[in-house]
């Protein structure tokens, strides 16, 4: 039983540790006695900005860190599982350069400053980006099948051409280069709830499917035949999964941006550690996932205050050899 | 038991089975032969529904199985694949439990019984003890008995196998034939068995058919398939039957 | 299916959108530092800023955070720089402003915590900054205020005002403006009888000698190149950040070099080594200058001293 729990019990302890370090560590010293104060609704004693600072910055944006990282490291699990190659993260099939194109052809256009003017690069990044899978899907569909290799191919190939185009716009642009620079580095990411609010729905039901189908993904491991005599209906599943996986990352990618390795070495960490049951290994890498991503924002906010890194450059330079030393010392060496 | 009834498949304009028919009863192996490219692996899929048939039915008690959605068919059916590049990372213990796919809630649960039922398959075929092991670790035999085990746990009537034995040395391959055909007799099991080895087909089958370019050239008792005018037709190569020197059972050897 | 279910998604999407309100009503922060210096109490400003926001201010700043180099010279310029508490990291000039607390800004991310516990009654952002940061500051409870940047130097003048209004500087920021119509006035009249016309190559970057970057039409670069009695060759080019290619250039020929980009490296040593470019008249003439790329790239006061460094450098003659 404990040997069940474990896995569990580990990886939300470092959640709770993370989350922690990421509402107490800003750029500005809030003391810990502070921090209580204002998180059980007392005024603060030293930090004058305080409550300003924890309620309106740190908590949500920790919130949104956290359904991010929970996002793109579950979708990269599925994904991984869904096409059975080891080398599948969430941007495979053009999730980010769906995205990418979706922003920034909402930015060469002068929204006014409002509620629907600041939304429309976000959902424009999001509808790009679900836009892009459709596509990519259409194109890779034989008959009544998708073939995975098709699938990839026709991802790859769709994603090039997207990228292209935006960095076409990119060059031909003239204002609002900057904008697009920094969406590409960080997201349109905004202070308060509101990201969080409108990306929750998004993430509920897409990882919630995946959640529900670690069976279904333990079956797909053994190839489509092999899932498809033992019970399974490969093409409905495989669609469903895609559709949620997708759907999981575009709403992360429409605030975030593309944050990248997260999706990747997560989920292969976990593998190493607790095994390829994807009925377990799911949900760990979705806690794994946030915990890791939001210990990369308190890096990337916290190395050269008061600069603030791109995360995702903090997630591949200290994610990739950490990924690296854990793969040297594992003992089970088919663990893919 | 098991009725395949005019079962037509093409890949393209290319016929790959030509109206097969084939009846195998409850508590019989029948072992299908032939040459390679014969159809012998279509066939499995295509009764097992992984491969789209232009015509034919495939039966038990008069349903046709290949009109159920996975889901049902799967509590009729199970398949043993060739155990070639399984996941490795999985545990045996994982892989057997997913033959009970067929009979869990969409969450996905795996209930007590579900337990009960898979750890006895795994004794079924002699590996309970490696339970708790990784699929990659193990020998390709015991790959092989774990695809057993887990097709076991799908405790459908009907057992088709394809090629198991392919990849097996000599020890391991009459130590799986043996376990397979007791298994038929003793639980009443339709086994449909692949096989290209017409000398353990003769030992372990109850019948044999001789499938031959899409198309049932022949079936019936090991003798009466296994003649020297069939299998030098079929297989292009000048044969001679005798009797096996200490079973009653023929024995086909080249000329050459 | 997939189709049915992606339509489906897009509706939820929209739904979902139109549910969430972002709040762009200022709340409360935490504690109001008070004010320490009494001024005579004045009436309050009520502007509209570069984003069409309506922006008032109880009476002129008194604690202001600068999210642009420009903003700040603009600041000190029009003699608020005793109020100014903040600056981004790029706020170099004058060297008084790099006191004031660095909060942020290199790869378009600035510290919110730092800029929030600085108490400041208005933040002067830039169009180096996104709307949707002038949103997160909003929300915030700041007040803020986008400083649109200029295309002409009259754009700019009512930019310096407009800061000495927001920070009780009116009177300094029209002295300001005066003083610096008058030198442009004084540039003008030195250039307009001149004949010749010299075309003016200005490099911003060129890590790669084949395909520089130049400044193109509707940069200040161009506007202060043609009213210093030069010729830009950027201006036929389209974009503003514009890249030619070492053939145009060549069929462009120009007589003077600017270099921009003296601040990364580059001496007319380095452009006579390059590969290609020693048959430009430029080249061959010696007409290679250094330049200090802030006088034309801040669109502030320092424009006017850009346009006298340039005038000087194409007609030298012209003033002794």
Known sequence: MSRR????????????????????????????????????????????????????????????????????????????????????????????????????????????????????????????????????????????????????????????????????????????????????????????????????????????????????????????????????????????????????????????????????????????????????????????GAGTLLLADVLARSVLAPQELPVGIVTAIAGAPFFLWVLRRAKNQGYW | MLKIENLSVSYGSRSVLANVSLEVNSGEVLALIGPNGAGKSTLVRAASGVVPVEAGAVRTNGD???????????????????????????????????????????????????????????????????????????????????????????????????????????????????????????????????LHDLNLAAHYADRIALLVGGKIKAAGMPRQVLTPELISEAYHLPVRVVQHPFADVPLVLPEK | MFRKLFFAFLTIMLL????????????????????????????????????????????PAQRVVSLAPSNTEILFAVGAGAQVVGRDSFSDYPAEAKSAQDVGGSMGKYDSEAIVALHPDLVLAGEINTPEQVSSLEQLGLTVYYLKNPVTLEEMYANVETVGSLTGHADQARTLVDSLKTRVAAVDAVIAPLDSRPTVYYELDASDPTKPYTAGPGTFVDLLISRAGGQNIGNSLTSQWAQISLEQLVVANPSIIVLGDSAYGMTPDSVKARTGWGGLAAVQSGQIYPFDDNLVSRPGPRLVDGLEALAKLLHPGAFK
């Open chain 1, 5 to 288: 729990i474990l896995p569990y019990l580990w990886t939300l302890l470092f959640l709770a540790l993370a989350a922690l370090l990421s509402v107490a560590i800003g750029s500005v010293f809030i003391p810990l006695a502070d921090l209580w104060r204002v998180l059980t609704g007392q005024p603060p004693q030293t930090v004058s900005a305080a409550a300003t600072i924890i309620f309106e910055l740190r908590l949500p944006r920790t919130v949104l860190v956290l359904l991010t990282g929970a996002a793109l490291s579950g979708s990269g699990a599925a994904y991984q599982g869904l096409f059975r190659n080891p080398l599948a993260d969430p941007y495979l099939i053009g999730v980010a350069s769906g995205a990418g194109l979706g922003a920034i052809l909402a930015m060469s256009v002068h929204w006014p400053y409002s509620f629907w003017g600041l939304m429309a690069v976000p959902a424009a990044a999001f509808v790009g980006a679900l836009l892009t899978v459709f596509i990519v899907y259409s194109l890779a569909r034989l008959g009544k099948t998708v073939p995975t290799t098709n699938l990839i191919l026709a991802g790859v190939a769709f994603s090039s051409f997207a990228t292209a185009v935006t960095s076409f716009l990119m060059l031909r642009s003239t204002g609002e280069l900057r904008r697009a620079i920094a969406w590409m580095l960080g997201g349109a990411s905004q202070a308060g709830w509101g990201p969080v609010l409108s990306i929750l729905p998004y993430l509920a039901i897409g990882l919630g499917i995946l959640l529900l189908n670690g069976h279904a993904l333990n079956l797909l491991q053994f190839g489509d035949d092999q899932a498809q005599q033992l019970g399974l209906h490969v093409t409905r599943t495989r669609t469903l999964l895609l559709v949620a996986a997708s759907l999981a990352t575009a709403a992360a990618v429409s605030f975030s941006g593309t944050i990248g390795f997260v999706g990747l070495i997560v989920p292969h960490i976990m593998r190493l550690w607790f095994g390829a049951d994807y009925r377990r290994l799911l949900p760990l890498s979705l806690i794994a």
């Open chain 2, 64 to 194: 046709d199985l290949l009109s159920l959605p996975p889901l049902q068919r799967a509590r009729f059916l199970a398949v043993v694949p060739q155990a070639a590049s399984l996941p490795p990372a999985f545990s045996v213990w994982e892989t057997v439990l997913l033959g009970r796919t067929p009979y869990l809630n969409f969450l996905g649960q795996v209930s007590a019984k579900d337990e009960e039922i898979s750890r006895s398959a795994l004794a079924k075929v002699d590996v309970l003890e490696l339970a708790s092991r990784r699929v990659g670790e193990l020998s390709g035999g015991e790959q092989q008995r774990v695809l057993l085990a887990r097709a076991l746990a799908q405790s459908t009537p009907i057992l088709l196998l394809d090629e198991p034995t392919t990849n097996l040395d000599l020890h391991y391959q009459i130590g799986f034939l043996e376990t397979v055909r007791t298994l038929a007799h003793a639980d009443g099991l339709a086994v449909l068995i692949a």
């Open chain 3, 16 to 59: 979902a959108a139109c549910g969430s309100t972002l709040s762009v009503t200022p709340s409360p922060t935490a504690a109001q530092i008070p004010t320490a210096t009494a001024l005579p109490t004045s009436p309050s400003l009520a502007l509209t800023d570069g984003l069409n926001r309506s922006v008032t201010l109880p009476g």
